[in-house]
Structure formats: C-alpha cells, structure tokens
Nanobody, 126 residues
Framework: QVQLVESGGGLVQAGGSLRLSCAAS????????MGWFRQAPGKEREFVAA????????KYADSVKGRSTISRDNAKNTVYLQMNSLEPDATAVYYC???????????????????WGQGTQVTVSS
C-alpha cells in the first residue's frame, strides 16, 4: 500500500507559476509510473502528465505541453509538476496517482492507476 499526498496548490494570477509536489509513503515510488490529473467543477477528471518509473519517458496533455514539467525524485519518494504561464482554465483540483508498472510504462487514463492522492486545489485568477 502507498499513500500519496499532494501539496503546493493555491491561488495564483494568470501568467503565474506553481510547483505541485506529491509525496509518497508506505512504499517506494520507484515501483510506480506516476501521473498528474485534474478535475474542474462539473467536468470529468482529465490527464495532465505522466512519467515512467525511471523518469526518462514522459507524456503531456496537449493543453499543458510546453508550459508544464513533470519530474520525479525517487530518492525523496516525490513527484513534481511545475506549471508555468497558468491561465484561468487551469483552475481545478490536481491529483497525483501511482501505477504499478513495468519500467517504460506510462498511464494515460485515470482508470489505469492503482493509487490516488486526495488532491490539491489550484485556482488561477484572471
């Protein structure tokens, strides 16, 4: 079992940046592909970014590509999402998730993931 706890959300003005963190406990995240998803009010949870176990295989949603960076530090058991040039449509609850996976596997769908954090709110004001 692994517990995931997100942090780093908050209120930011359009054009600003945030760095989200996802700290894991209970098990090393080196066994997991990791992902970030978000869910805005009234909308379905959507994929944001994913990273494989070693950090060398990464995928972004088109909506965040070029403005966000996912990374991981397996020694610190933590995954990060750096978000720049934020716009109001990025307002959502952001979740990190872990997928027990092979070395190069990425999870692009929410239903692929085995573990979820409780989420952190990101609000971008115009």
């Amino acid at each position: 079992q692994v517990q995931l706890v997100e942090s780093g959300g908050g209120l930011v003005q359009a054009g600003g940046s945030l760095r989200l963190s996802c700290a894991a406990s209970g098990r090393t995240i080196g066994s997991f592909a990791m992902g970030w998803f978000r869910q805005a009010p009234g909308k379905e949870r959507e994929f944001v970014a994913a990273i494989n176990r070693g950090g060398g295989v990464i995928k972004y949603a088109d909506s965040v590509k070029g403005r966000s960076t996912i990374s991981r530090d397996n020694a610190k058991n933590t995954v990060y999402l750096q978000m720049n040039s934020l716009e109001p449509d990025a307002t959502a609850v952001y979740y990190c998730a872990g997928l027990i996976a092979g070395w190069t596997t990425l999870g692009l769908g929410a239903d692929e993931y085995d573990y979820w954090g409780q989420g952190t709110q990101v609000t971008v004001s115009s």
